[in-house]
């Protein structure tokens, strides 16, 4: 599934042709991508043709286009999700679901492609942020309005959000009794983290991903989030992670982060700062990938891994 970097190499992409252009003619070819926009295909089509984007924004996985009307064009890529700006003379994609044409530029269109079907769109209303500060993520050179799509009112800020407050972040992940990578993955409390950036950056704090929330220090955990910050940094630089043809920016072309990948996707090969080999577990229906060394796994009952280790893992990671 795409994360925060792949979703903000997309609205980039979107925001530098989107951004002041009208929607004129929508086509929806697959009613089912409209599944939560309830009132339906027509409506949809009624709410969107001639508005004018404002601006394209996003907080961690979802973006949305706000529209001159007051509302939002609400999108989430799912697993397999991709907005593509394409010349309409190019053939129809194989999994095309929704082809949207673009006021002042009939050399361009928006198609929504999406293999598994578990993307959507939605015309929404906004509602203010419950911090009252920005949305999320723009780049008109303004702050966004103090507003988001109602569907994503209960999704915490992310990382690479400018107006996230670090301190209540961290307070409310050291009250955490779960594994830290399920409370990185809870996108309620930080947002726009999936399983290869959580595994990575837990790998480059030293962090096994089965310690006790609540066990770390705060120290510690400033400086998981930086790690988080840091791959996230260094993925967006890269155009994202693809490990196939589903995730691609809006010109069809994948992302190389999967190349500087650390433990993810690395069983059985050596770990890139000690060549122990990295091991593989299961967790929540996935996987999860760690360095025996590097993160050596709690103790039971104690949420933390043995002393010398603990020391190691610090020094280890700066």
Not at 101 to 129: H, K, Y
């Amino acid at each position: 599934m795409p994360e925060l970097p792949e979703v903000e190499v997309v609205r980039r992409g979107l925001s530098r042709r989107l951004t002041g252009t009208a929607l004129d003619a929508v086509e929806v070819v697959d009613p089912r991508i409209l599944r939560r926009h309830v009132a339906g295909p027509e409506d949809f089509r009624a709410r969107t043709a001639g508005a004018v984007v404002t601006d394209v924004v996003r907080r961690g996985k979802y973006l949305w286009l706000e529209l001159d009307s007051g509302e939002a064009l609400l999108t989430h890529l799912g697993m397999s999700g991709q907005l593509l700006l394409q010349p309409p003379d190019v053939p129809d994609e194989r999994h095309l679901r929704l082809r949207v044409a673009l006021g002042g530029d009939p050399g361009c269109e928006l198609r929504f492609v999406d293999q598994r079907i578990f993307g959507s769109m939605a015309v929404t209303a906004m509602v203010p942020a419950p911090d009252g500060r920005p949305g999320g993520t723009g780049s008109t050179g303004r702050p966004p309005a103090a507003l988001l799509p109602a569907p994503v009112a209960h999704i915490a800020r992310d990382p690479l959000d400018p107006h996230l407050d670090e301190g209540l972040l961290l307070r409310r992940l050291l009250v955490r009794r779960s594994g830290v990578k399920r409370a990185l993955l809870d996108q309620a409390l930080v947002s726009g983290i999936g399983n290869i950036y959580a595994d990575e950056a837990l790998w480059r704090a030293g962090v096994h991903y089965d310690r006790s929330a609540a066990g770390l220090t705060r120290p510690g955990a400033l400086r998981l989030l930086e790690a988080v910050r840091t791959v996230m940094g260094e993925a967006l630089a890269e155009g994202g992670t693809s490990f196939d043809s589903l995730y691609v920016n809006v010109n069809g072309e994948s992302g190389y982060f999967d190349r500087a990948l650390a433990v993810y996707g690395r069983a059985g090969l050596p770990c890139r700062r000690c060549g122990t080999a990295v091991r593989r577990d299961p967790f929540m229906n996935r996987s999860s990938f760690t360095c025996p060394r590097c993160q050596p796994r709690p103790r039971p009952g104690s949420g933390r891994g043995p002393r010398r280790a603990v020391r190691a893992n610090r020094a280890s990671s700066g």
